[in-house]
Each structure stands twice: as structure tokens, then as C-alpha cells.
């Protein structure tokens, strides 16, 4: 069985991710030159998450099946949510190769977490409406416009708060060694963290969208 690395890289587009495979020698020098060129005029390609596994070629064929649906085109980008692609990445059996030296079991089990999070997290259910602002905990200068229940504009782009996260952090230099971030617990609304702040009544609800 051949060995190689199944990768995902971000790009500047919000939700679009490349899927792709090198050769273990190669997989440093294929990083350079994405991250230098673009791939299918989608520049600013980030590396995400890297793993080794036997039969490389035909994994990664698979998740290109998996996810067809999502494809643009006939290239190797996918309109998806990163972290269920770390998450699929996560549950093969392998050798993370990026990012480096983290715990692949705790890893799994913190991206599943996030991802749990992210889908019950609801800015509504908050009584947080379209068009208020949010901002990050640690630099109050960044900050966010909510466009719908889990969804914020930032950069003229619409974001889950996850993925935004990541990427906030990663212009920052910030990035925890895991890169998994429940964007719930980092973000705030009137001084107050969004993870924190209590449902509101039924009654709270319709008050505050009318």
C-alpha cells in the first residue's frame, strides 16, 4: 500500500475549501506553491489540515465522491464547512502531519464538540437580531454584522462564527495548536460573552422582532 497526504486548504473565500493529495516528500513544497499561486484563480490558499494515509490516492477519491455535490466544477474545491472536512480528515486512520504534534482522539472529539456547538447556537434565540453588532472578546476592535440566525458578515462575506474564528485568529497569528474554536465562547455582545448569555421567553422573542 502507497503511502501519501490527503490535505484541505482554505482559501479567501468564505465556505470554499481545496481537497487535494501529494506525495509525502512532496507535500512541503506543494503547500509553498498553492499558498504562492492560488489554484483555480482562488488565491490566498491557507493550510488547514494535513494527514498521511495508506492508499492516499484512493481516500482522497473517495471524499471527492462524498462531497460531489458541493464541487465547483471539475476542480479540487468544495463549497463546505471546514470543520466537518477536518472532522472526515480526523476519522481515517493515519498520521496528522498538520497541524503539528496534537492528540488525533482529542482532536476528533474537539471539533466534534464545536461543531455541536455551532449548529445549537442560535444569535436568535439570544434575542441577538439582523444587523446588531458583535465583537471579539480579545481585541473589541473586530468586529461583526449578524445576517441571519448563525450567520455574521465580516469582510463583506458571510460567516458561520466557527470559521470565522479560525480565520480572525489566523490574521492575527493567534491560532490555538488545535485551530478548533467553539465561536461562541469568543465572541461578545454588549460586554457580555455569547455563549453565556441566556435564551430568551417566547414572548422576549416576538417582542424583539416586531
Do not use: C
Not at 482554505?10 to 499561486?37: C, D, H, P, W
Amino acid at each position: 500500500m502507497t503511502k501519501g497526504i490527503v490535505y484541505a486548504m482554505t482559501t479567501t473565500v468564505s465556505g470554499l475549501v481545496k481537497i487535494g493529495k501529494t506525495g509525502t516528500v512532496n507535500y512541503q513544497e506543494r503547500m509553498r506553491f498553492l499558498e504562492a499561486n492560488g489554484y483555480y484563480n482562488v488565491a490566498g490558499l491557507k493550510r488547514f489540515f494535513a494527514i498521511e494515509l495508506e492508499d492516499y490516492s484512493e481516500k482522497e477519491g473517495l471524499l471527492h465522491e462524498i462531497f460531489n455535490k458541493h464541487q465547483v466544477g471539475s476542480s479540487e474545491l468544495f463549497a463546505l464547512d471546514q470543520e466537518l472536512v477536518r472532522q472526515l480528515l480526523l476519522s481515517l486512520e493515519g498520521k496528522v502531519i498538520y497541524p503539528e504534534r496534537i492528540n488525533k482522539e482529542k482532536e476528533f472529539d474537539q471539533v466534534s464538540n464545536a461543531r455541536k456547538q455551532g449548529a445549537l447556537f442560535s444569535f436568535y434565540e439570544k434575542g441577538i437580531m439582523d444587523g446588531e453588532e458583535i465583537s471579539l472578546i480579545s481585541d473589541n476592535e473586530v468586529k461583526a454584522i449578524i445576517t441571519g440566525e448563525r450567520e455574521v458578515e465580516y469582510g463583506d462575506q458571510i460567516w458561520k462564527l466557527s470559521p470565522l474564528t479560525f480565520k480572525v485568529y489566523e490574521d492575527m497569528g493567534k491560532l490555538n495548536r488545535s485551530g478548533a474554536y467553539q465561536g461562541a465562547a469568543y465572541w461578545q455582545y454588549r460586554g457580555k460573552k455569547l455563549k453565556e448569555l441566556p435564551d430568551i421567553t417566547p414572548k422576549q422573542k416576538k417582542k424583539s422582532k416586531s
